[in-house]
């Protein structure tokens, strides 16, 4: 059997963000792999959580907590039913654990920090495919993090 491992995935809840949960539920998780949804808040974000944990990011928040309204207004997250769906059918169908972390700042730092923070074995990015020009005035997080990221990423592309 092999080694349990931790795979993150970049989530701020945008249909390829879901794309990439549902992928690599899909395609990359196996029986006891440990699931860590990663959420980056702009800098100037003014949640009630932010002012303990903006160095460091959140706690891991289990599963069950993500579930509740109290969460989401804390960390000012969207409270997205699919996405708790993908996370149940994981859990079960898997025994995969699931859990959630939520960070402060630039996502391409952010997510790249993680990776060392959290001992990711793999992250899992969603990418909006954004065309030349777009991708110079906003940066590109998903090649930023394939650059820079010390774990495997994996890159799922957008329809």
Request: charged share 25%.
């Amino acid at each position: 059997m092999a080694k349990a491992r931790t795979v993150g995935i970049a989530m701020d809840f945008s249909p390829t963000s879901k794309l990439a949960l549902r992928w690599a539920v899909d395609n990359l998780i196996n029986r006891g792999d440990q699931i860590i949804l990663i959420n980056v808040q702009p800098p100037k974000a003014d949640h009630t959580r932010k002012e303990l944990f903006e160095d460091t990011g959140s706690p891991l928040v289990p599963l069950e907590e993500l579930r509740e309204t109290n969460f989401t207004k804390q960390y000012g997250i969207a409270r997205d039913p699919e996405v708790i769906d993908v996370l149940d059918t994981a859990s079960k169908t898997k025994g995969a654990k699931a859990v959630a972390k939520v960070y402060w700042g630039d996502p391409r730092e952010k997510l790249c920090s993680a990776v060392q923070d959290l001992q990711l074995d793999s992250l899992v990015v969603g990418s909006r495919g954004l065309g030349p020009i777009k991708r110079v005035l906003l940066g590109s997080v998903s090649k930023h993090v394939v650059t820079n990221a010390s774990c495997p990423v994996t890159v799922v592309k957008g329809n």
